[in-house]
């Protein structure tokens, strides 16, 4: 083909390999995702936190501040586990409120305009398609979790005026893979929602009422049971409780709950298995045209 | 080596038998696919695209297995859909350059491609403009557009011309054409509408209850046919009709003048004018009939159950 002749002409130059078709997938669906001014300022709103924990620990390590607040200051100025906790659990659900309006933009989509039998005519498999949009979900809530918590943890590294760091790998450690396994989680669930859901903003609702509803339901069975195995039903819980193990915090949590560490990983990952059974049972019935 | 071979394929979906025992091999440049509803012409495409696999036997496309080797043979083919199938929040020029990119090609080459599909299809005007604005006339030239925007070997098109008007549809008919003289694309178009079956290929697969009914070369199906004629004559018809059967034609006359005629081999047109310049007969009228595509298509239909089931050209 040539513009100004508007003949064919066949392709005979290079051709990528099969991860950059999966980078493909994952780039046009970010710039779909981020098309939406409603995107940016929501993105905006997840770092406003992140603003109030970089002061805090600003006046933590700055002696005039920490003398003009006497002794509240030295009990509210502690920068812990207990501290990195906070930003963590405040950036998770901030990245769940970030996901509930990504995810339904990355594939439903995809799904009302019934781009799939045409995208997966294309050399890419279902695998490699929910890969890519699982990875432009994943690398938007990187930033606004496990990166900005680790930028958290570096900043008080070098501000304090004793060695912090190295004996407070753990927190950074414990902040990584809690909030990665958040998003992980939370990333199919997304996806494997909103490929169920035609409208993007039930989609939204559903998403968070995936995780509010069982954890109301998990509510329940433990107060009528008496029995501390409702709160496997119990998102927010069960993560509340896992992090509190990563970052050696004792929390509130887990003198309730006592759920086995095995139990909520089992619990996690059958949500994940769940996840992409549906996902795949949803993408395999569209891929194709029915006729 | 053919463009398809399918031998003795079998695809059962959901404990249903959809194609049932299809053999041959698609040689032509351009392969109709035709058959009525429900004919498995759909199930077809999707298995040689690699979404369905055979319960037994085999496909191939350019000598690849359609299931084990999807991921090359779908880099080499250019398949566009029967249903709207498209991204509608995207300009023309990025959903083609997104599907130019899943299909492989760099991203500065599939932008300059996309870029010369929409041109080379006649929607350069309206390439910035969102897909789910464009007509239905454009949205089926955006589909012909993404199959072609990476230069596959094979393009697959289904039903091209659904839904479109007169003018729009000559325009994919040409565009399917020139194509085809291009020469470097193999085309496999399904479609109901044997006109535009007839215009484009010059091989069909016929389908009926997932088996095969028929499957000719339309050209060849045709030249078989060359030597029967109609011939509308003004003057001593029988006399005249006399003459042509010692030639050794077999002929039968119809009030009006009218005859109808089978040459033999060794007899030409330029012979009977010469019998009727001979004697003063006028030769008003001279028509050749061609099987068309319609009276193979019915023959199929009707004869599909004496069929053997292997086919080959």
């Known amino acids: 083909m040539s513009i100004y002749k508007h003949t064919y002409r066949a392709y005979t130059g290079k051709v990528t390999p099969i991860r950059a078709r999966i980078l493909a997938i994952a780039r046009y669906g970010l710039a779909e995702a981020w098309s939406a001014k409603f995107t940016t300022v929501l993105f905006v709103i997840c770092l406003v936190p992140l603003v109030g924990f970089l002061f805090t620990i600003y006046l933590s390590n700055n002696p005039a501040a920490r003398l003009l607040m006497g002794n509240a200051g030295s009990r509210v100025l502690i920068i812990d586990g207990s501290f990195f906790l906070k930003v963590l659990t405040t950036q998770s659900w901030m990245a769940m409120a970030l996901a509930s309006w990504i995810a339904p933009r990355l594939i439903t989509l995809d799904l009302v305009d019934n781009a799939l039998p045409i995208l997966l005519s294309h050399p890419i498999s279902r695998f490699g398609y929910v890969l890519g949009k699982y990875v432009a979900l994943f690398a938007t809530l990187s930033t606004v979790t496990w990166v900005p918590c680790l930028l958290l943890f570096a900043y008080q590294g070098y501000i304090s005026p004793v060695p912090w760091a190295a004996s407070n790998v753990r927190i950074a450690f414990g902040m990584l893979t809690g909030a990665v396994i958040w998003i992980a989680l939370i990333s199919l669930l997304g996806l494997a929602l909103s490929s169920w859901v035609k409208w993007r903003i039930v989609a939204t609702g559903v998403i968070f009422a995936a995780i509010l509803v069982p954890a109301g339901v998990g509510a329940i069975v433990t107060g009528v049971l008496r029995t501390r195995w409702g709160f496997l039903l119990n998102l927010p819980v069960m993560m509340s409780s896992l992090w509190d193990r990563l970052l050696g915090v004792q929390g509130h949590m887990d003198h309730l709950t006592q759920l086995p560490t095995a139990a909520i990983v089992t619990m996690l990952a059958l949500t994940c298995c769940l996840s992409i059974v549906m996902l795949n049972a949803r993408i395999r019935a569209r891929e194709v045209v029915r006729g | ?313």
Request: charged share 25%; net charge neutral.
């Open chain 2, 1 to 313: 080596m053919g463009t398809i071979e399918l031998d003795a394929l079998e695809v059962r979906l959901g404990g249903r038998t959809i194609l049932n025992g299809l053999s041959g091999v698609l040689r032509g440049q351009a392969i109709g696919l035709l058959g009525p509803n429900g004919a498995g012409k759909s199930t077809l495409i999707n298995t040689l695209l690699g979404f369905h696999r055979a319960s037994s036997g085999t496909a191939r496309i350019f000598g690849l297995d359609t299931y084990r080797d999807r991921a090359q043979i779908r880099s080499g083919i250019g398949y566009m859909p029967e249903n709207d199938s498209f991204i509608g929040n995207m300009s023309g020029v990025r959903f083609v350059r997104f599907m130019a990119e899943l299909a492989g090609l760099p991203s500065a080459e599939a932008l300059e491609r996309a870029h010369e599909a929409l041109f080379y299809v006649g929607l350069g005007e309206v390439r910035y403009r969102k897909v789910n604005s464009y007509s239905l006339g454009m949205k089926q030239l955006i589909k012909l557009a993404q199959a072609l925007a990476h230069g596959p070997r094979l393009l697959i098109l289904d039903e091209p011309t659904n839904g479109l008007d007169p003018i729009a549809r000559q325009r994919m008919i040409q565009l399917i054409q020139e194509i085809r003289k291009e020469g470097s694309v193999r085309l496999l178009i399904s479609s109901h509408l044997l006109r535009d079956i007839d215009e484009t290929c010059d091989e069909v697969l016929i389908l009926k209850g997932g088996r095969i009914a028929d499957l000719c070369n339309i050209e060849e199906e045709r030249r078989s046919n060359r030597s029967f004629m109609e011939l509308e004559t003004v003057g001593a018809t029988e006399t005249f009709s006399v003459s042509i059967r010692g030639l050794g034609c077999e002929c039968a006359c119809f009030p009006g003048g009218r005859i109808k005629l089978v040459l033999p081999e060794h007899i030409e047109a330029r012979d009977l004018y010469r019998i009727a310049s001979e004697q003063k007969v006028q030769i008003r009228r001279m028509h050749v009939r061609r099987d068309s595509l319609e009276d193979i298509f019915l023959r199929a239909m009707d004869s599909e159950g004496e069929r053997s089931a292997h086919v080959h050209l």
